[in-house]
């Protein structure tokens, strides 16, 4: 009968000895997965406090100290095509839509920096397509200011005083904040 209970007895802490070690790694895993790397993409996320994360992976604020005009934008090989009314987005002083190394970039321009990255990027990320939040493809339905327009915007960038909706991904308008100082 003393076997049986030290089989039980054994038993019974085995089970806690498990359940402690499992919820050990748990824990570990979870601190881990969570950890920054290098820092470096803390740096090309959204400056805005509270911004979904999904939306890292199709934005970035870069720049914050430019104050970027229309013809900036022309000098860095922008090819501007129709104006748009800034009647739809809210605090945009100008809308323009051209392209850039053959991908459709839509470029608003704002008062400052501070405007541009609150409401120039809520309105950003509404204008580009949502449904990547519910598992779906980027890009596939909206479109920017100028609604009959065919392009779909999939990103978004702040650069200094401006806001650029890029038809691809961020990389596009990336190329172009570098050849702008950004």
């Not at 598992?135 to 650029?164: D, E, I, L, P």
């Amino acid at each position: 009968m003393s076997n049986v209970n030290e089989y039980r007895s054994l038993d019974k802490h085995s089970r806690w000895l498990l359940l402690t070690l499992l919820v050990g790694a748990l824990s570990m895993a979870i601190a881990c997965g969570s950890s920054d790397s290098d820092g470096a993409e803390n740096a090309a996320a959204p400056a805005a406090e509270e911004v979904d994360e999904s939306l890292a992976e199709v934005s970035r604020i870069l720049s914050p100290d430019l104050s970027l005009t229309f013809d900036d934008y022309v000098a860095g090989g922008w090819k501007k095509s129709k104006q748009y009314d800034t009647d739809t987005v809210p605090e945009a002083t100008d809308i323009w839509y051209g392209f850039f190394n053959a991908k459709d970039i839509e470029v608003r321009f704002y008062d400052s920096h501070e405007i541009a990255k609150t409401y120039g990027f809520d309105n950003a990320s509404e204008a580009i397509d949502q449904s990547f939040r519910e598992g779906g493809q980027y890009g596939s339905s909206n479109r920017g200011a100028g609604s009959s327009a065919v392009t779909k915007y999939k990103a978004f960038v702040v650069v200094g005083n401006t806001v650029m909706l890029c038809e691809q991904s961020v990389d596009s308008c990336i190329a172009l904040a570098d050849i702008l100082g950004g």
